[in-house]
């Protein structure tokens, strides 16, 4: 049902701009990222020697290279390592707190939760100096999980932000839509509110009709209506109110029952329908 | 609702633990430092703010300074405009959505220092598309000696590397309002800017509250990709705050001033983002 | 207001099979309270997205007061829609959202102010004026979306899909009430589509029962619950909806097991549907002329006289059948199941059959 109305609505911007302008975005993303790939597959000389804008001798010499030199394929070991070792520590570390702050109330959660965010503006360069001095003190200097510890001042806010956020989603509840009515009746269709004769069914009151005798303005008006449908068999009075007083189409009619107050309910007028 | 608990604190322990060592320690020895004057590990004498008077009184910290502000300003004042435009031209729904919010996602996960790399062979005169292209159409492009140069082809990476974030943030917010909204505006007669300004910016607040922070703070804090791109040069033109404070500190071993930066930077930091969220938040108010 | 006319009007979506209706014919008159009544799918959103002009007819034509509109944009066709939860624009207060629509027609000033205030009296929001949205329950936002709609004068008609939808049960009712108020004040052209039937009697001069993209009928209440056209519609309205009883024409009769229950005057012999409403049948151990049935379920409603009332469901070979009466007979007896003559309707087809039915 939405595509329909949608492909008649100019919800963005108008087609032709949005989509020159999407494109040549795309382009300006794309371009840097070819001209990587050009370089690549590319060796030293030709990549000096002219400017070319395709690979024309294009060769894999270059990733082989990656693969098979030390001097590059460790420097990937050590990123792995020291990644491997710092998402571990952090999730491991973040998911306690994670659920607690989402669970729990205690004492400092929130400025405990802002100061934890507030790491995440804290410039790195800053922390150059100290670091030096600490990983060393500790014997650790130089090492991967150096790094890793070193990069939880960031990721662990992080990590602790996104999965509170995530175990406290709750949809929102829609407390007005959850709430149930009480009591529900149902309007015996015989309604008819103009000559008041009411007929209402439920399964404290008779299917008897009922006739206030001026129904209007929320005047409430008395009539014996029946039995009660247990064994105790009292009679009650049934006050029909009916309001709003403006119409006489559609309304709500409150059943009162001055007997110990015990019914209170609310049907709805439906309009005439003859027996 | 959440139950009171104080031993939810077990939980939360080893966060503070960790981030303790790694935040609260260091920032504890930089503050230490920063007023003393420290002339070998035995010799320290207890200065007070001294080096932040000194560092507040240097001019090449003042434009370090200067430099980043504007940096910052003219990168937050493309980004963010651009994403919204870019998130608003991509289609609501459809195939090729995902296909279009993938290509806007690479940029953001590229290494940083991959990022100046990668402008760095794409904007040279020499082998760079970018920069012989320039050249060859008769316009002088060489961002190592020409202080615009530079500045231009810092701001294209940042813009490059960073508009997608705001982009992609603003389609979140922009998808979420269902169709019925832009049915009534258009039963109710609505201009397309009024259409943008009373039923899409509503729902756009939020997020580019988010936005505009990360990219606040991240701007200012920018160290690896203007390193790697021009190492702040020619000469200091491209040098900005995170910069300066480690060629400081860690070329010069003047742990005092170096220290005294460095809670400058982060109280710097801290301010900004904390008058731009209070203004915004007191914004809602009215 | 105006009067709305749809002409043989048919529609597909770009990528669908078949229709989603065609060949609708419908005259809505000016300052009628209409109700489209349907199941969902049944076509009842894509007329309303017809007439605002969100969508366009695959075929046919549409009129407001004699003019063709088919071809004219919403914005030029002066519709308002009230959709199924609040639509309102969350930054402006309510009476900035009730002034929304005026003010892009040109109103300023007192002029605008009188007519919001007085559209805002009307709904009772008066002490909401100058509140934002999110501060007002969703009973009273979709107050506001009501209003909205009803703030231009010269409005042809207001289209309102399932309104009550996001307001709670409690509520309902006053909605209702407010809206119906609104509409005879106003002398609204109002049309109203939903899936409830309550919502639709309550509301409508007229109602439309919609069914897989078919208009079946179209009449009053009253016409709808005592003469329905199709099974469908004897089947959809009343609780419980009538019984529809397979059964035959033989010899001028309406026979169930072969028991005559009603004159058939006029009407060809075969098989055809036997319909009557639940309160038009009774069960009893009376000796009667009428089919044999065996009690399966009674289920109290209520007392008259100290005698308990409910329905009462039986099964006539393989056929359930529910009437309303006093809880005279107990579960699992044999009884007669007896009808009121001038009250059964014949179906065939789906179609109701003329001669012996009740009252036109």
């Known amino acids: 049902m939405a595509n329909a109305a949608h492909s008649l609505l100019d919800s963005s911007l108008s087609h032709r701009k949005a989509h020159w302008l999407l494109y040549a975005y795309c382009g300006y993303l794309l371009l840097p990222l070819y001209w990587l790939l050009n370089i690549s597959l590319r060796t030293n000389r030709d990549i000096v020697s002219r400017l070319s804008v395709f690979p024309v001798d294009a060769t894999l010499a270059n990733f082989a290279e990656i693969f098979t030199n030390p001097v590059w394929y460790e420097a990937f070991g050590n990123s792995l390592t020291y990644v491997a070792l710092n998402t571990s520590i952090s999730v491991a570390v973040a998911l306690p707190a994670a659920y607690a702050f989402s669970r729990y109330r205690f004492l ?127 009679s009650m009075h049934i006050g029909v109110y009916l309001t709003p007083p403006r119409t006489n189409r559609v309304g709500r009619v409150e059943i009162v029952n001055d007997h110990e107050g015990w019914f209170r309910d609310r049907v709805d007028i439906l309009p005439i329908i003859r027996a | 609702m959440r139950r009171r608990n104080n031993r939810a604190w077990l939980g939360v322990a080893p966060v503070v633990l960790i981030v303790a060592f790694s935040a609260v320690l260091p920032l504890m020895t930089v503050v230490n430092y920063s007023i003393q004057d420290i002339f070998d590990i035995n010799t320290r004498i207890f200065v007070g703010f001294d080096w932040y008077r000194e560092t507040l009184r240097d001019p090449r910290f003042l434009d370090a300074l200067l430099r980043q502000f504007t940096f910052s300003a003219t990168v937050l004042a493309i980004e963010i405009p651009l994403g ?61 000696a020409d202080v615009i140069d530079a500045w231009i082809i810092l701001v294209l990476m940042d813009v490059w590397h960073w508009t997608s974030l705001v982009a992609l943030l603003s389609f979140a917010g922009l998808a979420s309002i269902q169709e019925p909204y832009y049915q009534a505006a258009e039963i109710d007669g609505a201009s397309r800017w009024q259409v943008f300004r009373y039923v899409e910016l509503p729902r756009l607040r939020s997020v580019l509250i988010i936005a505009v922070l990360l990219r606040l703070m991240d701007s200012l804090m920018i160290y690896t990709e203007p390193f790697v791109l021009t190492g702040g040069g020619p000469g200091n033109s491209t040098t900005f705050l995170s910069q300066y404070l480690t060629t400081m500190a860690v070329s010069q071993f003047d742990l005092g001033p170096a220290a005294a930066f460095s809670v400058l930077y982060f109280l710097l930091i801290l301010l900004l983002c904390w008058l731009f969220y209070t203004s915004v938040m007191r914004s809602a108010e009215d | 207001m105006a009067e709305v006319v749809l002409e043989k009007v048919s529609h597909r979506y770009p990528e669908a099979m078949s229709d989603t209706f065609s060949n609708v014919d419908l005259v809505i008159e000016k300052g009628e309270a209409h109700a489209l009544l349907g199941g969902s799918g049944a076509g009842k959103t894509t007329i309303l997205n017809l007439l605002s002009g969100l969508a366009r007819p695959s075929s046919g034509r549409i009129f407001f007061d004699g003019v063709d509109v ?161 099974e469908h519609v004897a089947y959809f309205i009343g609780s419980p909806g009538m019984n529809l009883v397979p059964g035959e024409i033989i010899d001028d009769a309406y026979r169930l097991d072969g028991c005559a229950v009603a004159p058939a005057m006029g009407v060809p012999s075969g098989p055809c549907v036997v319909g009557f409403r639940p309160e038009w049948a009774e069960v009893t151990t009376k000796n009667v002329e009428g089919p044999m049935v065996t009690v399966t379920r009674t289920r109290v409603l209520g007392t008259r006289d100290h005698q308990p009332m409910g329905i009462v469901s039986v099964d006539l070979q393989g056929q359930t059948i529910h009437t309303r009466q006093a809880l005279n007979v107990a579960v699992g007896a044999t009884a007669r199941l007896s009808v009121r003559e001038d009250r059964v309707v014949g179906f065939r087809a789906g179609i109701r059959l003329h001669g012996g039915l009740a009252n036109a």
């Not at chain 2, 904007?123 to 050249?135: E, N, Q, S, W």
């Not at chain 3, 709670?168 to 609104?182: D, G, N, S, Y």
């Open chain 1, 108 to 234: 400092g959660d929130k400025h405990l939760f802002f100061w934890l965010l507030t790491n995440r503006m804290s410039p790195p360069a800053v922390f150059l100096l100290p670091f030096f001095q600490l990983y060393s003190a500790i014997g650790i200097f130089d090492t991967p999980l150096a790094v890793a510890l070193a990069h939880c001042l960031f990721t662990v806010p992080l990590a602790v932000w996104i999965l509170e956020g995530f175990m406290s989603g709750v949809p929102k509840s829609l407390d007005e839509m959850a709430r149930i009515d009480g009591h529900s009746t149902n309007v015996d269709w015989f309604a008819k509110v103009d000559d008041v004769h009411i007929g209402v069914r439920d399964k404290y009151f008779s299917g008897e009709e009922v006739k206030p005798e001026r129904p209007n303005h929320g005047q409430v008006t008395h009539t014996t209506v029946g039995d009660h449908a247990n064994a105790s068999q009292r």
């Open chain 2, 84 to 144: 919204i435009l870019v998130a608003k031209s991509l289609p609501r729904t459809g195939a090729r959505t995902g296909m279009f919010l993938i290509l806007l996602a690479v940029p953001l996960l590229i290494p940083w220092n991959v990022v100046g790399t990668i402008w760095q062979l794409f904007a040279r005169p020499d082998i760079g598309l970018f920069g012989a292209t320039l050249t060859a159409l008769g316009i002088e492009f060489n961002y190592t």
């Open chain 3, 70 to 230: 088919t071809d004219v944009p919403p914005r030029e066709r002066n519709v308002a829609q009230v959709f199924q939860f609040p639509v309102l624009y969350t930054s402006l207060s309510v009476a900035e959202n009730l002034a929304f629509p005026l003010k892009n027609q040109g109103w300023r000033g007192d002029r605008l102010r009188a007519r919001v205030r007085d559209i805002a009296e009307r709904l009772e929001l008066t002490d909401c004026l100058n509140r934002r949205p999110d501060s007002l329950s969703l009973f009273e936002k979709q107050l506001v979306a009501i209003g909205r709609a009803l703030v231009r004068p010269e409005i042809a008609l207001v289209l309102l899909d399932e309104p009550l939808t996001a307001v709670e049960p409690a509520t309902k009712w006053q909605l209702r009430r407010v809206l119906k108020l609104a509409q005879e004040e106003l002398n609204a052209t109002m049309i109203y589509v939903t899936h409830d039937q309550t919502e639709a009697l309550t509301f409508a001069d007229r109602i439309s029962v919609l069914h897989e993209g078919k208009l079946l009928q179209t009449g009053t209440p009253a016409d709808l619950y005592q003469a329905p056209a199709h």
